[in-house]
């Protein structure tokens, strides 16, 4: 049977026990209310991203033939260098050079007439 004094020392040790719990419920309460407001604010910004990149998708879709962009802006769909199978090219380096050139002045040319230069290759 237990002394009134270690009965007293039991009750106070319980009390000691509950107040830590008290404590550590209150951290996580607190904790759980800061990552509830973080959660909500990169949801919100998850929205507004998912938002933007449907923006610039359909914008990378636009040419000049579905838009009011001018030819010159159209982008290459595809990659320069590529074969009828899709494989790399295997042209000659300078078929392929000049193949590349041609394709780089198609796409930056400012007019339709050819530099000296531009004849040459």
């Not at 507004?48 to 010159?72: D, F, G, I, M």
Request: with cysteine; glycine share 2%; net charge positive.
């Amino acid at each position: 049977m237990l002394t009134v004094q270690q009965a007293v020392f039991t009750v106070e040790s319980l009390i000691g026990k509950v107040q830590q719990q008290k404590q550590l419920i209150h951290q996580l309460v607190q904790e759980n209310e800061h990552l509830r407001h973080e959660n909500k604010q990169l949801r919100k910004e998850n929205e507004q991203l998912k938002y933007r990149v449907q923006e610039l998708e359909a914008r990378t879709k636009k040419n000049s033939s579905n838009s009011h962009l001018p030819p010159s802006s159209d982008r290459l769909s595809t990659p320069i260098l590529l074969g009828l199978n899709g494989d790399d090219c295997s042209l000659p380096q300078s078929y392929a050079s000049h193949f590349v050139r041609l394709i780089v002045r198609k796409f930056n040319k400012k007019d339709d007439i050819l530099t000296d230069e531009e004849r040459s290759w």
